[in-house]
């Protein structure tokens, strides 16, 4: 399986929103409404931020959220605080219950 | 509470097997709906999903990988664990396991190990 396609970077100022998009194939993200967001601050292990396109576990900042339409998902965070500068990564369902990964988005907060 | 750790070698020769273990508490691989997967991180790059192993034992892995990989699993122990063959420079990555819920998406990571590959 191939992995889904993010921008390498995206940069916002505090208070602004930035949407990170996620591009997949009908096999994954178009076929399923399993995506899920992660978190990774450097030397860390990921946190999920968004699973099943839109759900937020608890705990996660309602800044946070998910949407997807056709083969294609976004994480938008709104209010963006300097603690979100991070890298971020889509992830997918996919057939035969495996998973896919995205390429990973670097965050700056401006 | 839900905990997941990594152990194995930090470093293997080129062409050797990498066996890693992943020690869970906090749940059971024997109860319905629980999944362990393997991630590998290498430096400065995505991250790649490996296998999975299912509460009935059912196994997945990666299209690329699967002919390198096989997991298992030790219920009473609560261990999951790995074997990659052949391992190359390119194998030099974090390991990651972490629990996974049956529609992919993991709520727990284990801190992750270093492997590096090397003569």
Not at chain 2, 25 to 38: A, E, K, Q
Not at chain 2, 45 to 56: F, G, M, V
Request: charged share 15%; net charge positive; with cysteine.
């Amino acid at each position: 399986q191939s992995a889904l396609t993010q921008p390498a970077s995206v940069s916002g100022s505090p208070g602004q929103s930035i949407t990170i998009s996620c591009t997949g194939t009908s096999s994954d993200i178009g076929g399923y409404n399993y995506v899920s967001w992660y978190q990774q601050h450097p030397g860390k292990a990921p946190k999920v931020m968004i699973h099943d396109v839109t759900d937020r576990p608890s705990g996660v900042s309602n800044r946070f959220s998910g949407s997807k339409s056709g083969n294609t998902a976004s994480l938008t965070i709104s209010g963006l605080q300097a603690e979100d500068e991070a890298d971020y990564y889509c992830s997918s369902y996919t057939s035969g219950r495996r998973t896919v990964f995205g390429g990973g988005t670097k965050l700056t907060v401006l | 509470q839900v905990t997941l750790r990594e152990s194995g070698p930090a470093l293997v020769k080129p062409t050797q097997t990498l066996t890693l273990t992943c020690t869970f508490s906090g749940f059971s691989l024997s109860t319905s709906g629980m999944c362990v997967s393997w991630i590998r991180q290498p430096p400065g790059k995505a991250l790649e999903w490996l296998a999975r192993i299912d509460w009935d034992d059912d196994k997945y892995y990666s299209t690329s990988l699967k002919t390198r990989l096989t997991i298992s699993k030790d219920t009473s122990k609560n261990q999951v664990v790995l074997t990659m063959t052949n391992m190359g420079p390119v194998d030099t990555a974090t390991y990651y396991c972490a629990r996974i819920r049956s529609s992919g998406w993991i709520d727990y990571w284990g801190q992750g190990t270093l492997v590096t590959v090397s003569s």
